[in-house]
């Protein structure tokens, strides 16, 4: 049996507060809450992350989390919505079973930051361009 927590939310052997699930993915309230109505959506079959998912999982899974950010939204009549996952544990992954977060968002102060302000300046794009195109 998997040590993994979400997978034991995703076989119903411990509670989650579920808001969705179908025979491939189940999304679930996370349970202390970045904002208001803050959403994880993972896969029923273990993967690390968004790395090693199975893509046609993924491509179900981007589908209803589209879906469900859409019905969050308007229920909490949130302003935005940010969906974000986390890749390993330098990226703040914690729970190493795939979730895509759905955050609402309803103003600057609603508890969530990102951060594009700082930038690099010495980076070379060209470099960059040889080594990813
Ligand atoms: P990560 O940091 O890996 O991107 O996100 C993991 C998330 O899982 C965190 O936001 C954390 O609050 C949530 N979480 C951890 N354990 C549990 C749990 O047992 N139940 C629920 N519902 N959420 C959990
Ligand atoms: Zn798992």
Request: hydrophobic share 45%; proline share 2%; aromatic share 6%.
């Amino acid at each position: 049996m998997s040590n993994c927590i979400f997978c034991k939310i995703a076989n119903h052997e411990i509670p989650g507060k579920i808001i969705y699930e179908d025979d491939k993915c189940i999304a679930f309230l996370d349970l202390s809450q970045v904002t208001n109505g803050h959403t994880l959506v993972i896969p029923k079959t273990h993967a690390a992350n968004f790395l090693e998912v199975d893509d046609e999982v993924l491509t179900h899974m981007t589908l209803v989390t589209k879906a469900l950010a859409n019905k969050i939204k308007d229920a909490l009549q949130a302003s935005g919505i940010n969906i974000l996952t986390n890749a390993g544990e330098i990226a703040g992954q914690t729970v190493m079973h795939f979730h895509f977060h759905i955050i609402p968002r309803f103003n600057e102060n609603d508890g969530f930051i990102v951060n594009f302000e700082k930038r690099l300046d010495d980076i070379d794009l060209d470099d960059l361009l040889n080594k990813l195109k």
